[in-house]
């Protein structure tokens, strides 16, 4: 684990608080009734909104809502990462050369157990991108990226590291990547989805790492946003 950095920056308490309520309407309301949102703004507004296109205007709202919620927060991160940057960059780049070793070492005992398989995550990016290629790349290079380290590694992990670092870890990790899988999972826990699991709890970790070595957020935030931009450049 890595040790503390001094001047880290945290969330106040208020901003615990309201963070806390978005983060759950992020992750329990919003998924249940953004499509009827959308529906009425568009009888509302006499236009058809199609599936693609609410998936696009929900990232830009909740990229709005984080940066009014969280504003101060990264305020103070930002002005963290540009008094450390040289220690910030190099936390990023050893953060992305993990990140792939560890990846690559995840894919090779999956293909050892499960053979060559499908991650629905993927896929369903890719027709998402293949649809609106215009206004999704910018949200999963940037919005998606800057959205989850906010609320996961700023919020929850930044919340529960002051009492275990460990739990920090354990938590933020596991809550990320039940985010990606539990959609596919709702029809019951498969071995393929349990590996699945597994797989987006490597990223979890890194990205903790990241943010927990240079005491900013942003080294998290950019490797995350390497990793999405890299993936969709080889798509």
Same mark, same amino acid.
């Given at each position: 684990?890595?040790?503390?950095?001094?001047?880290?920056?945290?969330?106040?308490?208020? %901003?615990?608080?309201?963070?806390?309520?978005?983060?759950?309407?992020?992750?329990?309301?919003?998924?249940?009734?953004?499509?009827?949102?959308?529906?009425?703004?568009?009888t509302l507004l006499g236009v058809s909104i199609t599936a693609e296109?609410? /998936?696009?205007?929900?990232?830009? &709202?909740?990229? =709005?809502?984080?940066?009014?919620?969280?504003?101060?927060?990264?305020a103070r991160t930002s002005s963290f990462f540009f008094d450390k940057?040289?220690? =910030?960059?190099?936390?990023?780049?050893?953060?992305? &050369?993990?990140?792939?070793? =560890? /990846? !690559?070492?995840?894919?090779? +005992?999956?293909?050892?157990?499960?053979?060559?398989?499908? /991650? @629905?995550?993927?896929?369903?990016?890719? =027709?998402q991108i293949e649809s609106v290629p215009r206004m999704t790349a910018?949200? +999963?290079? #940037?919005?998606?990226?800057?959205?989850?380290? +906010?609320? #996961?590694?700023?919020?929850? #992990?930044?919340?529960?590291? !002051?009492?275990?670092?460990?739990?920090?870890?354990?938590?933020?990790?596991? @809550?990320?990547?039940?985010?990606?899988?539990?959609?596919?999972?709702?029809?019951?826990?498969?071995?393929? %989805?349990?590996?699945?699991? $597994?797989?987006?709890? &490597?990223?979890?970790?890194?990205?903790?790492?990241?943010?927990? $070595?240079?005491?900013?957020?942003?080294?998290?935030?950019? &490797?995350?946003?390497? +990793? /999405? $931009?890299? $993936?969709?450049?080889?798509?």
């Open positions: 684990m890595a040790k503390k950095v001094a001047g880290t920056t945290q969330m106040t308490g208020m %901003e615990r608080i309201a963070g806390t309520i978005f983060f759950l309407v992020y992750l329990l309301v919003m998924p249940l009734f953004a499509s009827r949102l959308f529906a009425l703004a568009g296109q609410r /998936n696009v205007w929900y990232y830009y &709202v909740i990229f =709005a809502l984080t940066l009014l919620l969280f504003h101060s927060f990264l940057i040289g220690d =910030a960059s190099r936390t990023w780049g050893v953060a992305l &050369v993990v990140f792939y070793g =560890a /990846n !690559e070492l995840f894919y090779r +005992v999956l293909h050892l157990l499960m053979g060559t398989g499908t /991650n @629905l995550n993927d896929v369903t990016i890719a =027709a910018p949200i +999963v290079i #940037f919005f998606v990226p800057f959205i989850e380290e +906010v609320l #996961f590694r700023g919020l929850v #992990f930044g919340c529960l590291k !002051e009492k275990s670092r460990f739990l920090g870890y354990a938590v933020s990790s596991a @809550l990320f990547a039940l985010l990606y899988v539990w959609s596919f999972a709702r029809g019951g826990w498969t071995p393929r %989805e349990l590996l699945l699991l $597994a797989q987006y709890l &490597v990223p979890g970790i890194v990205f903790a790492w990241a943010y927990d $070595a240079s005491g900013t957020l942003w080294p998290s935030i950019l &490797v995350h946003v390497s +990793v /999405n $931009a890299l $993936a969709l450049w080889m798509k």
